[in-house]
């Protein structure tokens, strides 16, 4: 959104500094005027970088389909513009693991806190978390800590836009096992970003709960779409339990029934099998 060039810089400078593969960063600013540059560091004149500017904010899903539609890789990678890649054998590690599975359609990575924190436990997306440093199977990713192929990305469908903020992840994960792919946490795939909390987003909770209800119209059969959303209504009354909080999550909440969720998409119960046996079914 071009508030942070320092820390752009750095993410830019880690991505063109991987070794033994060939790097294309597309660079969206998203809610930008047409005339804006990223900042005066260097890194922004290398040849390898395009600019991509959004007049308007059209939110995280669309800004990273825009990127997707002006790239040419075969190995999709996002990365917010407050995180970096320590390791300049990233790039090789995600080419070497895609190559060795045709079936492996998304990796996502660890994320490690630069202070050297035990790092947030939404950033590992298994139910139970364990061990971060152990690698699975999972059932989702983080949106701004992964690679995928651009073959699993298309047969999902792309992010979906209408979401803007909150569980597009979900979405094109959920299509992306259904169209047969598989996706790993990979321990060994680490990026660093700062320990900060998803709430500090004032529309956190109404995008939260409004998303949820989308996801569950979108992608579940009605069976498991009812248990899903009444799941998570019990799971955030017991979580949050703050009134300030719960009001717009049921604002949302309501608002997803009320409002078109985009087209309706629902996965097969073998997919949803395949969900529950790497350990999350599709009901939490």
Same mark, same amino acid.
């Given at each position: ?12 400078r880690?991505?063109? &500094?991987?070794?033994?593969?060939? #790097? ?10 047409? !005339?804006?540059?990223?900042?005066? !560091? ?14 308007r ?7 990273r ?9 075969? #190995?999709?990678?996002?990365? !917010? ?18 190559? &060795?599975? $045709?079936?492996l359609?998304?990796?996502?990575f660890?994320v ?29 990713f ?11 990305f298309?047969? &999902? ?22 169209a ?46 009812l ?11 017991l ?18 029934w ?8 629902? #996965?097969?119960?073998?997919? &949803? ?7 999350? $079914?599709?009901i939490?």
């Open positions: 959104m071009g508030n942070r060039p320092a820390e752009l810089a750095r993410a830019v880690s991505a063109l &500094a991987q070794e033994d593969v060939d #790097i294309e960063v597309i660079l969206v600013g998203n809610g930008v005027p047409g !005339d804006w540059w990223p900042g005066d !560091d260097e890194v922004f004149e290398d040849k390898r970088v395009k600019l991509v500017h959004l007049p904010n059209l939110g995280i899903p669309a800004g389909n825009r990127g997707v539609a002006e790239s040419a890789g075969e #190995i999709l990678v996002f990365l !917010d513009d407050d995180g970096w890649y320590e390791s300049t054998r990233l790039g090789a590690h995600l080419r070497d693991r895609f190559a &060795a599975d $045709p079936s359609g998304i990796i996502s660890r490690r806190d630069p202070e050297g924190g035990p790092g947030e436990r939404r950033h590992v997306p298994r139910l139970r978390v364990g061990d971060p440093g152990r690698s699975s199977e999972v059932t989702t983080l949106g701004g800590a992964c690679a995928m192929r651009r073959a699993a298309d047969a &999902a469908g792309g992010l979906p836009e209408d979401f803007f903020y909150a569980h597009e992840e979900i979405d094109l994960g959920w299509q992306a096992i259904n047969g792919y598989r996706i790993m946490y990979d321990a060994e795939a680490v990026m660093m970003h700062p320990a900060v909390l998803p709430t500090r987003h004032e529309m956190f909770y109404r995008f939260n709960a409004r998303n949820r209800v989308w996801l569950a119209r979108r992608n579940l059969p009605w069976p498991l779409g248990v899903y959303c009444a799941v998570w209504v019990a799971l955030t009354v979580r949050v339990r703050r009134p300030a909080a719960l009001k717009p999550w049921f604002k949302g909440f309501a608002e997803g009320r409002r078109p969720a985009g087209p309706r998409r629902p #996965i097969s119960w073998r997919a &949803a099998w395949r969900m529950t046996l790497a350990g999350r $079914p599709p939490i």
